[in-house]
């Protein structure tokens, strides 16, 4: 019943925080941070453990796949040289910097340091992408947001991997390369095995519910075996979303797409303003 209760409470307070968000003219994840961090001290208020886990496994595929599958593949790869610059090259100097200045300064390994530059390497495009339509920025500058975010997760999380790995081994920058290189072509071809898999399904069953359905497990159909076989699962769950979005005109009907658009935008809703609130809820755990 306490589940119950608790689960209850925090979407009420997901909605009604993104009501009055759009009320006051704020930005919805700012606002749900700042109410997260006025719960996490409240000392009535339960704050649950956020395993690591829970954020890699649970609800990083399904944001991945739903910003994905809107994502045009046709912009994605006019843009791709700039999308790459900013999603692999942005992300591998910040994460550089950040862990020679972490090193230099507190010491630390360097192994370590890098690591911790990993995990802020990347920037969520969220709320970017949110003020970006609402100021009116060009499309061209909202794409290739979309586009980086899309990907940065993918580079940060296999950088993190090599640096975690170079704490108990050493490690060459060969091995590093080649880690990075196979993590890359692993995601791209189990993504679009999995895209093209589920486009042959999608087009051989006429009932919408079941297609519906079956988009809801695809983002972990991508994520579970790319990461079995050390490979990119984020960037598989990313391409999956991509390949199956182009071809949706394709493969599926006019009412099965428009019942997995309205699905999935409520997910994505759900999902993305859920992680901003977690994320404040978080902030007394975390300046402890």
Known sequence: M?????????????????????????SAPLLLMVVGVLGSVIPVVHVPELEPEFVLVVLLPPLLYASAVETSLVDFKRHLASIGWLSIGLVIL?????????????GVPLAAALALGAVV????AVAATAVARRVGLPRRVVTLLEGE???NDATALVSLRSALLALSATLSVASIVGDFAWAVVSAVVIGFVVARLGGLVFRVTPNSQVTTSLTF???????VPTEAVHGSGVLAVVVTGLVLGHRSHVEQGPEDRVAGRINWRTIQFLLENAVFLLIGLQARSIWA
């Open 2 to 26: 306490e589940l119950v209760v608790t689960v209850t409470l925090f979407g009420l307070v997901v909605l009604g925080a993104t009501w009055l968000a759009e009320r006051i003219r704020w």
């Open 94 to 106: 910040t994460l550089a910097a950040v862990g020679l200045v972490v090193w230099g300064v507190l």
């Open 121 to 124: 390497a990347p920037p969520d």
């Open 149 to 151: 975010s899309l990907v």
């Open 217 to 223: 497990l695809l983002p972990f159909v991508a994520y």
